[in-house]
């Protein structure tokens, strides 16, 4: 970094001679170094390592969905005579189209996959308590863009599986009682399956679910920054014991506020700690790095799934829907006839809720695992539900 940037008073080297006019003009006409400064060159507290970085690694998949998907639109024709055949051409004509269209196949499904496991570490970290309660609510959010970009996502290749799973996917909120009806008319653009389903998916698909992604995630690292990364739980509880034995405060003395005392205490942690910049960012690098290796070697050990053209008279085929919603696919089959509404939307509707909620309803000021049993049996019995659901869907 340049010394204008970090404002420090070395010698100056050859390349530091010619950087620093150049970032003195840009500086002089954008404000780039403070922006710098607040994104890259922040501390980040001591103790914030490899668990750290699957935030990143979630972001970079969704980057590499924006790169290959944009690749895929120039070839890709949204109407069912011609969306199948579009993407054969795509495969077996354009050079590179397998490649591109493997790993946004596999991405998609990589993408929900570190979604999941960051959040459930921000779980395990406690990391969504105060000050960060918005930061996991606008999480939330983020989880549901990204189910719903591989909902719409998987209609696009117009063959058998996109058809019937669609067919199953839009008819379950049609099963609620009073708005169903509209619902699935919305969804589908009338009361079939067909060209206005697929150009509604693709509109959403390519524009109104990446514009609330980018919305989202942009609120989110915002907040990241705001509040800086959690310092981890073994530490930051390990110092408040020691803290109160030494802070030795009079008895009639005013203790500080909540708010007082978390940043009194976090700025400590941030002290000892590194800037994100060269450090922190090089341990995000290597995970993003393994998630393409990963992504890579499935596109070329496993390839995609082929299935026939789209055949709405095909009614013996059995639709199933992509291994993340199984569970929810599942759960039906327990709510049978008239009650099918209550599994497909007050159950899921709970499950959503609690998990938003989260932060407001655990108000317990401990972060560690072994301080907040119930929660953490809660999360296990989630986790253990839904294992369970997509266990018993594949039977
Ligand atoms: C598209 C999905 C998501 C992306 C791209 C994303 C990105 C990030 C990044 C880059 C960070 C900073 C580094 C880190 O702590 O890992 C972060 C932190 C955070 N994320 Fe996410 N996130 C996503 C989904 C979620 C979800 C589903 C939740 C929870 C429901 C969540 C809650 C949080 C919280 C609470 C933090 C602060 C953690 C701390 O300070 O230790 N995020 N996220």
């Known amino acids: 970094m340049s010394s204008i940037a970090s404002g420090e008073q070395k010698p100056a080297g050859r390349t530091q001679r010619l950087l620093d006019p150049i970032l003195a003009w840009l500086e002089g006409r954008s404000g780039v170094v403070p922006a710098w400064n607040a994104f890259f060159a922040r501390k980040v507290p001591v103790g914030v390592g490899w668990l750290y970085t699957l935030g990143f690694a979630t972001m970079f998949a969704f980057i590499l969905q924006a790169a290959t998907g944009l690749f895929l639109a120039v070839y890709y024709s949204p109407s069912p005579d011609h969306a199948y055949q579009s993407i054969q051409f795509t495969m077996f ?18 993408m929900v996959v570190l979604a999941v496991l960051h959040m459930v570490t921000v779980f395990m970290l406690g990391a969504y308590k105060y000050p960060r309660e918005m930061t996991w609510m606008v999480g939330v959010g983020l989880l549901l863009v990204t189910l719903g970009f591989a909902f719409t996502g998987y209609l696009l290749p117009w063959d058998e599986k996109a058809y019937w799973a669609t067919v199953v996917g839009t008819s379950i909120p049609g099963t609620l009682p009073f708005l169903g009806d509209l619902m699935l008319r919305v969804m589908r653009g009338g009361t079939e399956l067909g060209a206005l389903t697929l150009t509604r998916f693709y509109a959403f698909h390519i524009m109104l ?5 980018a919305g989202l995630l942009g609120v989110h690292l915002y907040l990241v ?41 976090y700025e400590r942690f941030k002290e000892r700690g590194k800037t994100f910049w060269p450090y922190i960012i090089a ?3 290597i995970v993003a790095a393994l998630v393409l290796i990963v992504v890579f070697t499935l596109v070329m ?8 053209p789209a055949d709405p008279t095909n009614t013996a085929y059995v639709p199933r ?11 039906l089959k327990y709510f049978p006839g008239e009650l099918e509404w209550v599994g497909a ?51």
């Open 283 to 285: 341990e995000d690098m």
């Open 225 to 265: 920054v705001y509040h800086g990364i959690s310092v981890p739980p073994w530490l930051w509880e390990r110092i408040q014991s020691v803290q109160r034995v030494l802070t030795n405060r009079q008895a009639d003395e005013q203790p500080p506020s909540q708010k007082e005392e978390y940043k009194q205490k």
């Open 321 to 331: 829907p992509e291994w993340y919603f199984m569970f929810l696919f599942q759960m």
């Open 209 to 213: 679910l990446p514009a609330s992604l």
């Open 345 to 395: 939307a007050i159950i899921p509707a709970i499950g959503l809720a609690l998990l938003l909620l989260l932060p407001l309803y655990d108000r317990s000021p401990w972060r560690s695992p072994r301080r907040r049993p119930i929660i953490m049996a809660g999360g296990l019995l989630a986790a253990i539900v839904v294992t369970f659901l997509t266990w018993a869907a594949y039977q």
């Open 93 to 110: 004509e354009v050079p590179f189209g397998a490649v591109v269209r493997g790993i946004h196949h596999w991405t998609a499904s990589g």
């Open 301 to 308: 050990a496993a390839g995609i799934p082929t299935e026939a």
